[in-house]
């Protein structure tokens, strides 16, 4: 992501995470509570209020981290519209859950909570009904190298045959490890499905029902990709295809359960 982004914290554990976030958002500038003894490169601020006040409109996206109190309070007084104010997200002091609050659909707070997630290991917290009413998850794992065009292909020739549209997919899931395969990327991006990495430790440590191979472990360093992945990126899971392989593409597809 290239969009400008403020990072804001309060405390101690607030700027350690972050310090993780801006190393992989590059264009982005930490703002630290003068009460915090912070490195030189953070720039220090009294009162949130008068902070967000001088701020809200010259980033694309604010990321607080703490209380969604805090958040709501700061940017209540700035609001105008979903199509002109920055994306807001939440995230809470133990880095657990990445909150879109703000501008989710339209102003990106959606998409900057998801990649949040994939830099934390978060939860990402969604709640725009359009994206709420998403219950499909595909898992993909696939070899070094393959195309976006193929995975595209794996993936509508997978819904064609469950009878499922596109519109229906949430999240498109992987290890964290092919977190920069480019082909995986650009066919989430043409797609425009949110790409979810989920971390090999939770793929380990997990006790769902899925296909473990050894083959997988000794390669990747987990014992599944696709099936874990579809059943892990979502709440109340459940596979509704078991994984498919297409030449050298695996397929696997979940489906939440919000009742």
């Given amino acids: 992501m ?9 405390s101690p554990e607030g700027e350690a995470i ?3 976030l801006s190393l992989k958002l590059r264009n982005s500038d930490i703002y630290v509570h003068e009460s915090v003894q912070s490195n030189a490169d953070s720039r220090p601020f009294s009162r949130t209020l008068d902070l967000v006040s001088d701020i809200f409109d010259s980033y694309d996206g604010l990321i607080f981290i703490g209380p969604c109190g805090v958040a709501v309070r700061a940017v209540a007084p700035h609001i105008s519209h979903k199509t002109k104010d920055p994306a807001v997200v939440v995230v809470d002091v133990c880095a657990r859950w990445a909150i879109s609050l703000l501008s989710g659909h339209e102003g990106g707070a959606n998409g900057l909570a998801i990649e949040i997630s994939n830099i934390l290991g978060s939860d990402p917290i969604i709640t725009t009904t359009t994206e709420a009413r998403k219950k499909v998850i595909i898992g993909i794992g696939c070899k070094r190298g393959i195309s976006a065009e193929r995975i595209k292909s794996a993936i509508a020739e997978t819904l064609n045959e469950l ?4 519109e229906d997919v949430r999240l498109i899931a992987t290890i964290d490890v092919k977190a920069s395969e480019k082909g995986l990327i650009q066919a989430a991006t043409d797609l425009q499905i949110p790409l979810r990495l989920i971390g090999s430790s939770e793929i380990i440590n997990s006790t769902r029902d899925f296909y473990r191979s050894d083959f997988v472990q000794q390669n990747i360093g987990a014992p599944g990709v696709s099936e874990p992945c579809a059943l892990l990126a979502g709440r109340r899971t459940q596979l509704i295809r078991k994984r498919k392989i297409y030449d050298g593409i695996t397929v696997a597809v979940a489906m939440e359960n919000c009742s």
């Fill in 18 to 20: 972050a310090r993780a």
């Fill in 2 to 10: 290239n969009k400008h982004i403020a990072i804001i914290t309060l």
């Fill in 163 to 166: 009878k499922l549209a596109l």
